[in-house]
């Protein structure tokens, strides 16, 4: 089955430590995004794709880096610029140029917690 | 800024009974809006799409835009126990992106 596939599930991360936050699809969709949601606020954006090696920073990119290197993945770091990462994460894909008419498909979501 | 407004609730809503969801937003150039189902813990899930001023219904769920007023509404007729979750409001507002309502939690009383 098609899909998005974001692992781990849980994450800890110690002080100053970077974590890796992975995202694959196989749903050859073009663009790809990475949000944040907080308890009781909406989904921010932190960085998005639309085409392989090229992305552009959202609302909230500071303190995060992704790269896309592959049509199907895209990876998210956070840093430890990030002063406050405890958070959902979650990554979302759609055909690039119609994702007005098509919306999101969301990954499960990555719980990133500092410890 | 533009923004997706929710009033954040709790809606709660007797089993059987239609509730009513509602979204405005500030962008008068806002092309469609996406309502989704999210559950505790899980990822949202998408329930309907609209970009046309109007209704549009898709089974127990009606979705209404009025673009002149910039609202956006999504009815749950016979509300079950199992609709209890928080729906999000997503708009096209900045013609590439969609930003995302903060959601409205919903309960349905059994």
């Known amino acids: 089955d098609g899909g998005i596939t974001q692992s781990p599930k849980y994450l800890f991360r110690k002080e100053g430590q970077n974590v890796t936050l992975s995202c694959e699809q196989n749903?050859?969709?073009?663009?790809m995004y990475w949000y944040r949601q907080d308890p009781g606020q909406g989904l921010r954006l932190i960085y998005y794709?639309?085409?392989?090696?090229?992305?552009q920073k959202g609302d909230i990119a500071e303190g995060y880096s992704v790269s896309r290197e592959k049509k199907e993945s895209f990876p998210l770091t956070v840093t430890s610029a990030q002063k406050n990462p405890t958070a959902f994460y979650l990554c979302?894909?759609?055909?690039?140029?119609?994702?007005?008419?098509?919306?999101?498909?969301f990954g499960s979501g990555t719980r990133l917690t500092v410890v | 800024q533009k923004e997706v407004e929710q009033n954040s609730g709790p809606l709660s809503v007797p089993e059987g009974a239609i509730a009513s969801l509602n979204c405005t937003y500030s962008?008068?150039?806002?092309?469609?809006f996406f309502w989704y189902r999210q559950y505790s813990g899980k990822s949202p899930e998408l329930i309907m799409f609209?970009?046309?001023?109007g209704d549009k219904e898709d089974g127990r769920f009606t979705a209404q835009l009025n673009k002149a007023s910039q609202y956006v509404s999504l009815l749950i007729r016979d509300s079950q126990p199992s609709d209890s979750a928080t729906y999000l409001c997503?708009?096209?507002?900045?013609?590439?992106?969609?930003?995302f309502g903060p959601g409205t939690r919903l309960s349905v009383l059994p």
């Open positions: 749903l050859n969709h073009d663009a």
């Open positions: 794709s639309q085409i392989v090696n090229d992305f």
């Open positions: 997503a708009g096209a507002l900045d013609g590439q992106n969609f930003v």
């Open positions: 962008d008068r150039g806002s092309q469609s």
């Open positions: 979302a894909s759609s055909p690039a140029g119609v994702s007005h008419y098509y919306g999101y498909t």
């Open positions: 609209i970009y046309s001023n």
